[in-house]
T-cell receptor, first 116, second 115 residues
């Protein structure tokens, strides 16, 4: 049981390049999330998904796109990377039902992205 | 607009001391208040959480105190240990059941516990 995994772990992009970050979870969770973490700003929600085939915008969605073609995978895309997207990206997942604490989000190890 | 304000930004505590981190929120619709712990190079992990119908929750050395009228909550780490050195994030969300838990995070507190 690997939990939440993210690939790649590190990436350096030039301005204007594109890339896709992959998140996978093996806990059969319905909900998945993408966050970015920047110094002094905590974690901010980019996009999230409440189930296969559905996505929604979070707090900072501009410049990102997502897809949830399979329940276990959640992809984050950058079509034209900008230096402002230099950050650490975290994926998380959570269950939909059960006790109040099933609200818990399980985070992956993160992807450190640098855009030059 | 930052909906969850966290302080202090950093904290140094001696081993055996009490670490206290404070958070204040603005949105009265928040109904779930977790604390996440993050070690360097790792993703955050849930430490302890509270709902607004209780004023305190304790799990081992970790306690959340919640003041609904003041819209504040805090994390207390008793008998702080070097292994507690990490970054702590408070968070808040609405919609416990049937909807996604969209967490709003504080800006984090870097705790260092010295020998």
């Amino acid at each position: 049981n690997a939990g939440v995994t993210q690939t790649p772990k590190f990436r350096v992009l030039k301005t204007g390049q594109s890339m896709t970050l992959l998140c996978a979870q093996d806990m059969n969770h319905e909900y998945m999330y993408w966050y970015r973490q920047d110094p002094g700003m905590g974690l901010r929600l980019i996009h999230y998904s409440v189930g296969e085939g559905t996505t929604a915008k979070g707090e900072v969605p501009d410049g990102y796109n997502v897809s949830r073609l399979k329940k276990q995978n959640f992809l984050l895309g950058l079509e034209s990377a900008a230096p402002s997207q230099t950050s650490v990206y975290f994926c998380a997942s959570s269950a939909t039902y059960g006790t109040a604490l099933s609200h818990e989000q399980y985070f992956g190890p993160g992807t450190r992205l640098t855009v030059t | 607009q930052q909906q969850v304000k966290q302080s202090p930004q950093s904290l140094i505590v001696q081993k055996g001391g009490i670490s206290i981190i404070n958070c204040a929120y603005e949105n009265t619709a928040f109904d779930y208040f977790p604390w996440y712990q993050q070690f360097p190079g790792k993703g955050p992990a849930l430490l302890i959480a509270i709902r607004p119908d209780v004023s305190e929750k304790k799990e081992g050395r970790f306690t959340i105190s919640f003041n609904k009228s003041a819209k504040q909550f805090s994390l207390h780490i008793m008998d702080s240990q070097p292994g507690d050195s990490a970054t702590y994030f408070c968070a808040a969300s609405t919609g416990l059941t049937g909807t996604a838990s969209k967490l709003t995070f504080g800006t984090g507190t870097r705790l260092q516990v010295t020998l």
